[in-house]
């Protein structure tokens, strides 16, 4: 056997061209011949082509194909054969398929059984979903994204490495694959600690700081811990929808607040509710940001009506001139404030780091909890984020998103000020998105479903308010946090084109 005789066709059907430039080429290689091999297209004793043939079938160097062949050996999908090529492995032990039932399909055998569920029922709220392959539309105004142009990859991936490094003399610290039990990262608890609590003016002891799955998995174990049937959350018209999931899901009752151009009312805080969901720094998706006056009287309101206030500090550091306004946690004296914190939006949203700081016996209790669910997070990531701040990588970053965002924001105001004037704005504070008011008679829940099928994406602000509340909403938010500058302003003009016939109606 010198390799197997080439049939172009099924050998190139093998490898998905549309992944070949987001790995490396070698990689792409082998992954191609594992699914083959287990999607049972290769089966066991298969000869594979020769590296040389393969390699100018898919155009591209014969060493490259040789590493994917040698890592396919070591991971024993492929047996080497002296002087005679590459071939499957014959005595490969791939698992067996699930049978289905003589006479019934997958999707019968589905329905065979079925689980009471009723925590998700309570949770009416549909989450917002952007296409699967939204980085292929031309004009993803799409929220959370991040621009991996904007990404700094080298400094990212030094973090991993020396995360990953033995240190002499530090075994139980320095081990991030050891089960952790309930404990986070000390490392990534210092830098929470010493430099991410601080710049929002909280100087807290790390008894009272706990490491999440991001900001949502935050809210879900303080809704856990604090809410019961029939509890009451007050919270904005337009809401982060992800949170009002969360507190309903838990039996909670929603009721909501009056707002003004700097935020809700403290006055109106109470409503018959326990409990109070802010998020002062960039509202979502409003992007108010609430002045230092006003969280003052929002603490002050807590203290005299006895209210817990949950502080989401969603995009608090992406402040466009000046300092950021300090958290409400920050005056917090007698523990009314359950503090959110995420690197979500100044790091990487796939990273799922976040932070939940609050009074110690809560923490402690909430330390349980998470327990229950999933022991600890992942030790790897906190380790990488904690030498990623500590070496100095993550607040240059940060200046590096708000100049990036500062430009894209601008350049969307104006486009929309140049194509579409009827439409009204706020400039925000900071952030990465724009709240748009769209003219009376504009309808964006179906606007958005047009766009769509245009290549235009966006957020309506139907996704925001209460499930079954019924009516429109004139409002839609535009992301800017992952769409190209120069697509921006194309973009805009092809809503105000899409906008027109509603206008003149």
């Known amino acids: 056997?010198?390799?197997?005789?080439?049939?172009?066709?099924?050998?190139?059907?093998?490898?998905?061209?549309?992944?070949?430039?987001?790995?490396?080429?070698?990689?792409?290689?082998?992954?191609?011949?594992?699914?083959?091999?287990?999607?049972?297209?290769?089966?066991?004793?298969?000869?594979?082509?020769?590296?040389?043939?393969?390699?100018?079938?898919?155009?591209?160097?014969?060493?490259?194909?040789?590493?994917?062949?040698?890592?396919?050996?070591?991971?024993?999908?492929?047996?080497?054969?002296?002087?005679?090529?590459?071939?499957?492995?014959?005595?490969?032990?791939?698992?067996?398929?699930?049978?289905?039932?003589?006479?019934?399909?997958?999707?019968?055998?589905?329905?065979?059984?079925?689980?009471?569920?009723?925590?998700?029922?309570?949770?009416?709220?549909?989450?917002?979903?952007?296409?699967?392959?939204?980085?292929?539309?031309?004009?993803?105004?799409?929220?959370?994204?991040?621009?991996?142009?904007?990404?700094?990859?080298?400094?990212?991936?030094?973090?991993?490495?020396?995360?990953?490094?033995?240190?002499a003399g530090a075994r139980g610290r320095a081990s991030w694959r050891a089960d952790q039990g309930e404990a986070d990262d000390p490392e990534f608890i210092e830098q929470v600690q010493g430099q991410l609590l601080p710049r929002r003016g909280i100087w807290v002891p790390r008894e009272q700081i706990l490491v999440t799955l991001g900001a949502q998995h935050a809210l879900y174990l303080t809704a856990q811990l604090l809410l019961r049937r029939g509890s009451k959350v007050a919270l904005e018209h337009h809401c982060y929808p992800d949170a009002r999931n969360i507190f309903e899901a838990a039996g909670a009752g929603c009721v909501e607040l009056a707002s003004d151009a700097d935020g809700p009312l403290p006055q109106t805080g109470s409503h018959g509710a326990s409990f109070c969901f802010l998020m002062p720094s960039h509202q979502n998706p409003t992007t108010v940001t609430m002045p230092a006056e006003r969280r003052r009287l929002w603490l002050e309101t807590a203290s005299r009506s006895k209210l817990i206030l949950i502080e989401d500090d969603y995009d608090s550091e992406l402040i466009f001139k000046g300092k950021a306004r300090p958290a409400i946690k920050a005056k917090d004296s007698e523990g009314r404030v359950i503090y959110v914190g995420s690197l979500s939006k100044t790091l990487a949203p796939g990273i799922r780091v976040g932070y939940l700081v609050g009074p110690s016996d809560f923490i402690a209790a909430a330390r349980r909890a998470r327990h229950a669910m999933m022991r600890h997070p992942p030790i790897n990531n906190q380790r990488a984020a904690a030498f990623f701040i500590a070496q100095g990588h993550h607040q240059r970053y940060v200046m590096r998103l708000i100049e990036a965002f500062r430009e894209r924001i601008g350049i969307a105001a104006r486009s929309l000020r140049r194509h579409l004037p009827e439409a009204r704005f706020r400039m925000p504070a900071g952030g990465s998105s724009l709240w748009v008011e769209m003219p009376a008679g504009v309808d964006t829940a179906r606007l958005e479903r047009e766009a769509r099928s245009r290549g235009l994406l966006f957020d309506a602000g139907t996704h925001f308010l209460r499930a079954g509340a019924g009516g429109t909403s004139r409002y839609l938010r535009l992301g800017l946090s992952a769409i190209e500058p120069d697509a921006i302003e194309q973009g805009i003009r092809l809503l105000a084109e899409l906008s027109r016939p509603r206008l003149r109606a």
Do not use: C
């Open 1 to 167: 056997m010198r390799g197997a005789r080439l049939d172009q066709p099924m050998w190139r059907s093998l490898f998905d061209e549309g992944k070949r430039h987001r790995q490396s080429l070698g990689v792409w290689v082998r992954e191609a011949i594992v699914a083959g091999i287990i999607g049972r297209r290769l089966l066991p004793g298969t000869p594979l082509p020769a590296s040389r043939v393969l390699a100018r079938l898919l155009g591209l160097s014969r060493n490259t194909v040789i590493q994917a062949y040698d890592g396919l050996v070591d991971a024993g999908f492929v047996e080497a054969l002296p002087r005679q090529g590459h071939r499957v492995h014959p005595h490969l032990a791939l698992e067996a398929r699930m049978p289905t039932r003589k006479g019934r399909g997958d999707a019968a055998a589905a329905e065979a059984v079925r689980l009471p569920v009723p925590i998700l029922q309570r949770a009416r709220h549909v989450p917002i979903q952007h296409p699967g392959e939204w980085r292929s539309y031309p004009f993803p105004f799409v929220h959370g994204q991040m621009d991996p142009g904007l990404f700094p990859e080298r400094e990212w991936r030094e973090s991993v490495l020396a995360a990953h490094r033995v240190r």
